[in-house]
């Protein structure tokens, strides 16, 4: 069974940055894709990057791009999101999920979720 887990997630003032990692086990060979999303209390979860090292794609939600980015860390076998330029509405529960089709920020057809990492934003 396909499961990833996040981490790195924490309390962070306005303006600061945070890294998130996000590791797989299970059936890593059907991982096309790797998404990181995000959930904000009475909020609907919603895509935030996506990544694929087949073919070296990356997309972003237009509310990061140029702040967060996406990547993948061989030696540790994650696939990470550098979060810097950090607003207090980035402030949500972040999850990780794969694709074994196509990279996304669509919430459909991902697998694996996680539990979630807090980040907090807030002076």
């Known amino acids: 069974q396909l499961q990833l887990v996040e981490s790195g997630g924490g309390l962070v003032e306005p303006g600061g940055s945070l890294r998130l990692s996000c590791a797989t086990s299970?059936?890593?060979?059907?991982?096309?894709?790797v998404g990181w999303f995000r959930q904000a209390p009475g909020k609907a979860r919603e895509g935030v990057a996506c990544f694929s090292e087949s073919d070296d794609t990356r997309y972003y939600a237009p509310s990061v791009k140029g702040r967060f980015t996406i990547s993948s860390d061989n030696a540790k076998n994650t696939v990470d999101l550098q979060m810097n330029v950090l607003k207090p509405e980035d402030a949500a529960l972040y999850y990780c999920?794969?694709?074994?089709?196509?990279?996304?920020?669509?919430?459909?057809?991902?697998?694996?979720w996680g539990q979630g990492t807090q980040v907090t934003v807030s002076s």
């Open positions: 299970g059936r890593s060979l059907d991982i096309y894709a």
């Open positions: 999920a794969a694709h074994a089709v196509f990279c996304t920020l669509q919430l459909s057809e991902f697998d694996g």
